[in-house]
């Protein structure tokens, strides 16, 4: 049974989207305040967070901050107000892997909770240990290391970095980056892409301003050359 902790201060919503998960087979907590569901997220094992991002005490921005910070790699869904975009865009460079926007469908949520569950964990491949520059990547352990130090990276992160290693030297497309790590049944939006493939760039890369390895193909896609 996969764990979900809903981080919600509105308690009418918070009980609404616990029920409907509940009673969709997924055991469900609840946290009303950032400096709470960061305890819990940090002592517990949930499968997926529902980080609100206007919360009391520790906003939901901090808390993912501070979680991706302490090398938790749970799944983060961001619940952002309509027109938050600058709220997205930080959350998503701060760790989150996925976004929704209040008011928000139900049915959407929840295909995007299963769509997250599936992807969390990169599937093998026939090579598990790369080495580029000064990195090292082994997806048996789920551990990035660059110049000695270890790198902390999200499930999200880690697939990406997979499917270009995979594929390496071959150009792919937004779409085929969308599909091969989204899945097709996934909601995102370009920028979202754009910003988990800069993140990434961040953990990997001497100078992430001007990449070695991941290469962007303006108006096509990106390759990555090692």
Known sequence: MNRILIVEDEPTIAATLQDDLEYEGYAVEVAGDGISALKRALEADFDVILLDIMLPQKDGLAVCRELRAAGRRIPVIMLTAKGQEIDKVLGLELGADDYVTK????????????????????????????????????????????????????????????????????????????????????????????????NLRTKIEDNPSAPRYLISMRGLGYKFVA
């Open 103 to 198: 008011p928000y469908s139900p049915r959407e949520l929840k295909a995007r909770i299963k769509a997250l569950l599936r992807r969390a964990v990169p599937n093998q491949t026939p090579q598990q240990v790369y080495e580029f520059g000064h990195v090292r990547v082994d997806f048996r352990s789920f551990e990035l290391w660059r110049r000695g130090e270890r790198v902390s990276l999200t499930a999200i992160e880690f697939k990406l970095l997979q499917v270009f290693l995979q594929h390496r030297g071959e150009l792919l497309s937004i779409d085929r980056l969308l599909n091969e790590v989204w899945g097709k049944d996934a909601f995102l939006s370009e920028r979202v892409i754009y910003t988990h493939v800069n």
